[in-house]
């Protein structure tokens, strides 16, 4: 598992805009990053890194240019749970 302060991360400075949407489950993350296209072209083994909170939710967003995108969710009474996701 990733976490935010691992070799090889880098912090991206920008902002992410999510949607999330909560009932029992979470139904719908959507991450949108700024630099992704940038990031894309630049080195394969490069992972970048954006975390944010959203209503106590620490919610890290995991970019790695030679695979899609997953975003990892952090509750603070649970463990990590990762999801597929895509850019919008």
Do not use: A
């Not at 991360?9 to 719908?28: A, E, F, G, L």
């Amino acid at each position: 598992m990733l976490e935010s302060g691992d070799r090889g991360m880098t912090s991206i400075k920008n902002s992410i805009q999510m949607r999330i949407t909560m009932s029992n489950k979470i139904q719908d993350i959507r991450v949108k990053s700024k630099r992704w296209q940038e990031k894309k072209r630049g080195n394969d083994h490069l992972v970048t890194n954006s975390s944010v909170h959203f209503n106590s939710i620490l919610v890290h967003s995991f970019i790695h240019p030679s695979i899609y995108p997953f975003v990892v969710i952090t509750f603070p009474f649970l463990k990590c749970i990762t999801l597929n996701m895509g850019i919008v």
